[in-house]
């Protein structure tokens, strides 16, 4: 039994009573509807809601005498309601004389029926009170949890929630349900002390800025304007979007009392077709990617372009396919899925539209996304802002992949009304539901994962989501072990720490002694040539393309920093350093090209960077667009040297220098401090006092949206944020010769 339908049975109960009340007056039953009817009149004032929570919390569960708060709550909420305060307190004064009249000062009587009005109005807003989005629904279907740490997030100590299955009332109105409550509010709020401190002031512990969110957010909106208007050319007919959330196509339904709502990126209607869009800031990549195997034993993808360019699944196209193919279907259905994400965000969209719109019109559903393979050509306005063409987006028709999704949809609406009901706060097992590390990391991650160890955890061990195997093979998934209890690092059982890497950090944890594979980092040294050139660039990821040749996404360079050692340990920071910023947020990339091959000679030296991939790629990137300054960038690429292999290990370099298979594959070295992790921010401060913490820039998230407000900055706020950028690119690279200098004394 939910906690509504409790309260709704303690009410009935008093009716009861107030029924078989030997005083019972027909007229009080006439003055008691009167009553009833007013608040639900007044329901349709939202202040006046607040007030019943208030009156909720205060009367129906606790049970308490009205306190002075309660009551100043009251008086504000009456004005606050912008209707004369006699409106609402005649009735009241007038039902009051009315029982005394009648029944003398029975005042159990008298608190019976308001409460049976009031309860009335709380019964009838049930509904209305939860109101659920996709983002809601979406954040709800997560786990049991989370409905109700998500109440406690929005209504604190108002919020009503349980600590067990079936609660009875006592319980949850009870003084451990309260201080249960509490210690959750605790672990999402913090109240500064001090004497600057604001009285009701309040730090929310769990909302973490996202910069780089607010500095892509104009991209974003772009990319949904864009969307709608090659959706109009493309699809005539009526169509529906806008920034302005309010003013999109939106549908909802109600399902047992709680009501499902969505808005529509994109609408479109005509004569017999209905169209819905869900846009996303992806590219198409994610989807042509995938691909399975057919019978002839060939990749094939999973999604193939219609004759208008519309990317559909193979099977609506050439009908049923193989078990590989359903394989990669499946994985399209998991909403946790990277692919499958998208397609349950709109197949929530599709399931309330269904629900809420009859229609015999045909129904299609699309995804837009950004078309991955989109080169921009270069084109802008008058403005300078780019000009890009309508395949700058993808189609994706989902109709019959979201159409697979709906009984998916079923039991997860039913699963989410279940928790509305319980509101259970109790702790849940972990799991891929928090996805962890994930752009949708769930908000409450740090009050579940409170109790794994910030060092050292089970997360530690290089490879741990492949999961860890004990002496009778069987596997164990690294949540299961979590939820059994083992959470740092060293409860895991020796003997199930099977993989060579994992056995070195073991070791290391356990001795605390750093571990060093002296003879493959000798040789690792020994293979770069001089002079060195330490390298390290910093680049803008536009969601757009902004220059020619730029794809979605494209990492678009806009600094380098330089530190040349001539010879084994001899580079200066300062005068052996060099470095480019593009100032500006026109086309610069020719001119850093220019002016880094100035620098970096035709001589054989080693390019040394950190995680090779990024720099690579960015200049064959280069090659392309440039291709003058092709043969000498491809030579940089050739000439690269990754740093972190040292550290890392990496088997085709280390067997090229002789080693066998085995030995290649292993880590070179491992450090407590490292905590699994082999990021230059990591590995600076073990191998020297440098560090990053501190610097007003501090990582390449800084830089990017550093580099992003160039364009708004006045000259002296300018000139410091180009002095701060400088100074983090440059402390990248001389981290580099550090480092270098002290694997050479190993
Ligand atoms: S962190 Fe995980 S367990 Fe906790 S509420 Fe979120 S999804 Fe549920």
Partial sequence: MDVYHRRQQEFLHRLLLLNTHPESHRLAYFLMCSHLLFHQLLILNYQYRCYLQTLHSHWFLQKEIPTQEYWQNLRQTIFSCKMPPWLFVSPHILMWMWFDWCYGKRWDVFYG???????????????????????????????????????????????????????????????????????????????PEG?????????????????????????????????????????????????NTYEQKRFEYENDGFHFYCFLDGYQEDEDTIRIFEVKATTSKKFTALEYKNDEKEKVSVFVPSPDGILMLQEDVFGSI????????????????????????????????????????????????????????????????PIYQDDIVTFIDV??????????????????????????????????????????????????????????????????????????????????????????????????????????????????????HHEKIRAG????????????????????PRFKGEKPYSQ??????????????????????????????????????????????????????????????????????????RERLLDMVDRMFDLMYLLRGNQKLFKRLGFEEDEAKKINYYHNKLNGSFSIKKVLPIFSDLTYKGLPIGNGTDALITYARFPKMDEVTFKKNYQDLLEYCKQDTWAMVKILDELRKI
């Fill in 556 to 629: 678009s360079l806009f600094q380098y920093s330089i530190h040349i050692e001539t010879r084994p340990g001899l580079c200066d920071k300062d005068i052996d350093h060099a470095s480019y910023i593009a100032t500006e947020h026109k086309d610069l990339r020719e001119d850093l090209i220019k002016n880094m091959l100035e620098i970096i000679k035709n001589d054989g030296g080693s390019i040394l960077v950190y995680n090779q991939s990024f720099e690579q790629t960015r200049l064959k990137e280069m090659a392309e667009v440039f291709p003058k300054y």
């Fill in 322 to 385: 193989n078990d590989q193919y359903q394989k990669k279907i499946d994985k399209l259905k998991q909403r946790l899925s990277k692919e499958g994400r998208y397609v349950y965000d709109i197949s929530y969209q599709r399931y309330v539209l269904e629900h809420a719109l009859k229609t015999k019109k045909d129904i299609k559903y699309y995804l837009v996304v950004l078309n991955a393979d989109y080169i921009h050509d270069g084109q802008t306005d008058n403005e300078g802002e």
């Fill in 195 to 243: 004497e600057d401190a604001e009285e009701d002031e309040e730090i929310d512990l769990l909302k973490k800025d996202d910069p780089q969110m607010e500095t892509m957010m104009s991209y974003y909106r772009k990319i949904e304007m864009l969307s709608g208007d090659i959706i109009k050319k493309r699809f005539h007919g009526n169509v529906i979007y806008s920034l």
């Fill in 113 to 191: 029926s308001p409460m049976i009005s009031h309860a009335s109005c709380i019964i009838s807003l049930r509904g209305e009170k939860v109101k659920i989005s996709k983002t809601r629904f979406i954040n709800y279907i997560r786990c049991n949890r989370y409905p109700s740490l998500d109440e406690i997030y929005r209504d604190k100590d108002k919020a009503v929630v349980a600590f067990t299955e079936d609660p009875e009332l006592d319980e949850l109105i009870s003084e451990e349900n309260r201080d249960k409550v509490h210690t959750l509010i605790q672990q999402m709020y913090e109240t």
């Fill in 525 to 544: 040294i020994k293979a770069l040539a001089y002079p060195i050139y330490h390298l390290d660039f910093e680049t803008f990821p536009c969601p757009l």
């Fill in 399 to 516: 109709t019959s992949l979201s159409e697979k999704m709906m009984p998916i949809l079923d039991m997860d609406i039913a699963t989410v009304n279940r928790r509305l009901n319980e509101m259970n706060a109790n702790p849940v097992p972990l799991g891929p539901h928090c996805q962890r590390k994930d752009t949708r990391q769930c908000l409450f991650y740090p009050i579940c994962y409170k109790h794994i160890p910030e060092y050292n955890s089970i997360f530690t061990y290089m490879g741990s989501h492949n999961g860890f195997k004990d002496e009778l093979d069987n596997k164990h998934d690294r949540f299961d072990l979590i939820n059994e209890g083992m959470v740092a690092a060293l409860d895991i059982p020796r003997s199930w720490i099977k993989r060579e890497n994992n056995v070195i950090q073991r070791d290391v944890m356990e001795t605390d002694v750093p571990y060093y």
